[in-house]
């Protein structure tokens, strides 16, 4: 689709509907900044696909992760955020005002927040999309109560891997630990305290092949042995896969420093290698990666894009 120009200059542009970005626009458009957010198919991001949130302050009875997305929108929006569904595909910063390439034309703004969020990394197996919720996990903080008194299998061998059977291990009866190598990449911190849980199992050497269901649900996840390259069933009532995360960052021009990963590099000031420009959410590097610490990320952010656009006049 060929480019559109926009006329209309923003304030602010937030790349991202998630809680990182909607936080990020209801604290500029209510300091008074004009406040495009675009986001390319619903608001939540990953939020939206969690069915019960449980971890986020205020709701005692928990929400639905999509609901609570619709909540932050309609806030923002309340105060005159503007809404666009849109994918972005490229920044243009060398300007004043910013463009921002989209695939539906061209936008403009003096300042530009950056909240793209990260996908976890997918196993590639047939059906996994299909029993994501299902019977599929890729967060154990955020799903993991649904599987209180289960058996679990998480499939990794890192610190989110290892930090994941750890919280899955206060919860359910029994936790395989799948692993592709015969040891742990986690760091040593995690080790004794796996080997310590009594419900936890490791399964080495072994990668996951396919899922086996019964009336829709998850009943087994198919093992291959990497050495002998036989198949068994592993017996389980949820799988968890923790092989890493990926940010969605790869439009960004080089000018937006990112470390060997693709996070980009922003402190807790949001700042970016950039003037004008931050980073909220899960896309940017951080200790903990939750629907709460992106909310505070993006007033953070709102506060500092305040202050910048205050410097330009």
């Known amino acids: 689709m060929p480019r559109k120009n926009n006329d209309a200059v923003y304030d602010v542009a937030v790349v991202g509907g998630g809680p990182g970005g909607y936080s990020a626009a209801l604290y500029c458009v209510r300091a008074g900044l004009s406040t495009l957010v675009l986001e390319q198919l619903s608001p939540g991001g990953q939020m939206a696909t969690t069915t019960q949130i449980d971890n986020y302050p205020g709701f005692d009875e928990g929400i639905d ?3 609570l997305a619709e909540r932050m929108q309609r806030g923002a929006e309340r105060f005159g955020a503007v809404t666009a569904y849109e994918t972005v595909t490229a920044l243009e910063l060398d300007a004043m005002p910013r463009r921002i390439v989209t695939s539906r034309g061209v936008r403009q703004a003096r300042a530009v927040i950056l909240a793209p969020g990260a ?3 997918q196993l590639g197996l047939p059906e996994e999309d299909k029993l994501r919720g299902r019977g599929v996990a890729y967060c154990a903080a955020c799903d993991g109560m649904f599987y209180r008194g289960k058996t679990v299998a998480v499939i990794g061998g890192g610190n989110s891997a290892a930090a994941d059977a750890l919280t899955l291990s206060k919860l359910c009866t029994r ?13 040593h911190s995690y080790l004794q305290p796996l080997e310590q849980a009594e419900n936890v199992t490791f399964v080495w050497n072994s990668t996951p092949a396919g899922f086996v269901t019964e009336n829709g649900k998850l009943r087994a996840v198919t093992l291959t042995d990497t050495g002998s390259g036989q198949t068994r069933e592993l017996a389980c009532d949820g799988v968890f896969v923790a092989i890493g995360r990926k940010p969605d960052t790869e439009f ?3 000018a937006i420093v990112r470390d060997d990963a693709g996070y980009i590099l922003a402190d807790e000031t949001t700042r970016t290698s950039v003037p004008g420009v931050f980073a909220v959410g899960d896309a940017r590097t951080k200790p903990l990666r939750q629907i709460v610490t992106a909310a505070a990320d993006g007033a953070v952010a709102a506060s500092c894009a305040q202050a910048y656009i205050a410097s330009l006049s």
């Open 65 to 67: 992760g999509m609901e």
């Open 175 to 187: 936790v395989y630990l799948v692993h592709r190598r015969d040891k742990l990449r986690a760091e």
């Open 119 to 121: 996908s976890p990394r």
């Open 252 to 254: 960004l021009p080089e």
